[in-house]
């Protein structure tokens, strides 16, 4: 199963910052072909699912649930359930506010679901062998 999460947070301490967080999850296929998935449930983030935010955001955004309580935030976790057909999968992130990027998480399903993090457009278009401007339509 993949999380994925779409949140709108404002933090206060240490520093105010506001972000807008915003998935889009795909099914990768054998020649890096991108087909969306769509969730197969929507809820309200729980403590069990801290880990997995914090391993997905703290590196990329320096953001950590800890920064969220300091605040107001809005987090709803998007779950995905993965065919037996789909080997990889691509979860990416638009993030507007205080940051404006992209970022992407890979998960291999042969390689034990080890994820890879990716903190840019170029990097994530250089892994799928597609231009830039390409993953730009997809993505936006």
Not at 6 to 20: E, K, M, Q, V, Y
Not at 66 to 79: F, N, P, Q, R
Not at 102 to 128: C, H, N, P, T
Request: charged share 30%.
């Amino acid at each position: 199963m993949i999380k994925a999460y779409r949140a709108r947070i404002d933090t206060s301490l240490p520093n105010p910052r506001s972000f807008i967080i915003k998935p889009k999850v795909f099914c990768l296929g054998p020649d890096n072909s991108l087909q969306p998935l769509e969730p197969s449930d929507k809820r309200s983030m729980s403590e069990e699912d801290i880990p997995d935010f914090d391993l997905k955001f703290g590196e990329t955004l320096l953001l950590s649930f800890v920064d969220l309580a300091s605040g107001e935030y809005d987090v709803e976790v998007l779950e995905f359930d993965k065919n037996n057909e789909c080997k990889r999968a691509l979860e990416v992130y638009r993030i507007t506010g205080s940051v404006n990027a992209f970022f992407a998480v890979f998960q291999d399903k042969e390689k034990g679901d080890k994820l890879v993090i990716v903190r840019s457009l170029s990097e994530i278009s250089r892994m799928l062998g597609k231009s830039a401007e390409e993953l730009q339509a997809i993505l936006t």
